[in-house]
Nanobody, 125 residues
Framework: QVQLLESGGGLVQPGGSLRLSCAAS????????MGWYRQASGNERGVVAA?????????ADSAKGRFTISGDLADNGGTVILQMNRLQPEETDVYYC?????????????????WGQGTKVTVFS
């Protein structure tokens, strides 16, 4: 069983910064990747930034140069932080933490995906 706990959303003015954190807990799994996604009501979730166990980071084009993702993808845990700078009103959304894991079973490692509950980011004038 894997659980994700998110924090750090809130209200900010245009040009401001927010820091989103996500902490994983549980047992019997390794982490392949962690990342942050955003979703507006009625739309699909889209990636903002993600990081692999090897430390490779990927960003949406809109996030490059302004956002930084970092993480410690330890077995049975893991944390990921998204530092968002120079935020704009169009980036108002619910942001979700996602974790791609390998669940250890007796016979094999089974891939699975977990999502956090979401944290609201509002950028207002």
């Amino acid at each position: 069983q894997v659980q994700l706990l998110e924090s750090g959303g809130g209200l900010v003015q245009p040009g401001g910064s927010l820091r989103l954190s996500c902490a994983a807990s549980g047992s019997g799994f390794s982490i392949n990747a962690m990342g942050w996604y955003r979703q507006a009501s009625g739309n699909e979730r889209g990636v903002v930034a993600a990081i692999t166990g090897g430390g490779r980071a990927n960003y949406a084009d809109s996030a490059k140069g302004r956002f930084t993702i970092s993480g410690d993808l330890a077995d049975n845990g893991g944390t990921v932080i998204l530092q968002m700078n120079r935020l704009q009103p169009e980036e108002t959304d619910v942001y979700y933490c996602k974790e791609d894991v390998g669940i250890w079973t007796r016979d094999a490692v089974r891939d699975d995906v977990y999502w956090g509950q979401g944290t609201k980011v509002t950028v207002f004038s």
